[in-house]
């Protein structure tokens, strides 16, 4: 179920992840955008496909575009991981896929549709999943699908607007620098 989380609290951060105070999510990405934690979760499956999710069309940013399994923000002093399977479970309903920290990636981003700013400090999180199947929450995730990683890294090239524009930056983590 959907609540709007532009009243959350996001962490902001300095260029190295120190911690610097806090905003709400809305507040947090108005232009010109505060840097804030954030977290991205890659999921393989036992082929080396990676699942991607197309954000719902009600986003405020980046709607309908496609990106990792899911993402989000923790809580101010929440830590990364726990938000991560927490959103798992929110988006997908996912409730035990081990995951693991593989990187942190910086990026800025404004949504051309709606003028909202991406500026975060993510911590990439990779996860296996073998048998457990998602249940997607329709108010967060428009569709779901696996695709191999070397037709994600064509499609990344070839059609950039399709995705979110953090998914390559998490991806080249995910893959050990390979793009």
């Not at 405020?60 to 496609?66: C, E, L």
């Not at 400090?121 to 191999?148: C, I």
Request: proline residues 6%; charged residues 25%.
């Amino acid at each position: 179920m959907n609540t709007s989380r532009e009243g959350d609290l996001v962490e902001l951060v300095d260029e190295q992840g120190s911690a610097l105070g806090s905003a709400t999510v809305a507040d947090a990405h108005s232009a010109p955008g505060m840097r804030h934690r954030a977290f991205s979760v890659h999921l393989m499956d036992g082929k080396g496909r990676l699942l991607l999710q197309q954000r719902a069309l009600t986003k405020t940013r980046f709607a309908g575009r496609w990106g990792n399994a899911t993402c989000g923000h923790p809580a101010p002093g929440e830590k990364p991981a726990s938000a991560a399977s927490r959103r798992l479970f929110e988006e997908l309903g996912l409730g035990a896929v081990e995951l693991t920290e593989i990187g942190v990636y910086g990026y800025r981003a404004e949504d051309p549709e709606t003028g909202r700013v991406e500026h975060e400090y993510d911590h990439v999180f990779l996860g296996l999943l073998s048998s457990e199947v998602a249940r997607p929450d329709p108010s967060e995730v428009a569709a779901l699908r696996w695709m191999p990683t070397t037709e994600l890294l064509r499609a990344l090239k070839r059609q950039p607007s399709e995705f979110v524009p953090w998914l390559a930056g998490v991806t080249d983590i995910a893959l050990g620098g390979t793009l």
